[in-house]
């Protein structure tokens, strides 16, 4: 099982490192923001469905830290997640690097698909922006994924909300930062670009970490526990007519969180 979960996320990782990075190094010109959005977005919804039931589909390390401090998996399995996210990461860039020196011209040095601020931001974002920006779009990444998965797995139309979410941040983060929210997104191709994009790999490691802790502090107050499961519908239902200590049979139960 172990071998499995792992093997899930490095898989993982790299094809959507491979898939999506792909779209900005060699796609970039001719699909845009919009299919650079739509390329991560569909990527993390397909693989979902393939290694979501398996690993619950992380293939990525803040996903991961936000499981880990909403206490759905343990220590060691998020130490085995996050190397076998970053090996995953770091291979799906060297195939994809392989990939893109086949394609005559096409440069890799310092770009490759890497993120970056200031004069490698495409508005110039400084870095106290960039921080911000990275925090805010993984806030929304992994709050909604805490939101919608059960425990750790994505089942049923749990993937379309988060391809679905990677999409948003991307159409809003790619013109500031080229969007990571991903620590293992953003240090594979950064190996490979070298230069500038080695130096500011920091931002795009720690900025991420922290959207996805407070995403799960976040969620612990919107969806506690042992909260209802349906508080919006619970809410909703009309007062009891039962008078003092003959309790509430009237009213449904939801159901608390698993």
Known sequence: MKTRTIAAEFLGTLLLVFFAVGSV?????YIGVLGIALAFGFTLLALAYA???????HVNPAVTLGMLLERRISLH??????IAQLLGGIVGAAILFLLAKQVPGLKTDGTFGSNGFADRSA??????GAFLAEVVLTFLLVFVVLAVTHRIAMVGFDGLAAGLALAVVHLVGVPLTGTSVNPARSLGPALFAGGAALSQLWLFIVAPLIGGALAAYAH???HPYHGEANVADERALPEPLAGPGEGRPDRPHFGGRA
């Open 123 to 128: 508005v110039h974002l400084n870095t106290g």
């Open 220 to 222: 612990r107050v919107t």
């Open 51 to 57: 290694v979501g039931p398996v690993s619950g589909c």
């Open 25 to 29: 190094v060699l796609a970039a010109d």
């Open 77 to 82: 399995t998020a130490i085995e997640y996050w």
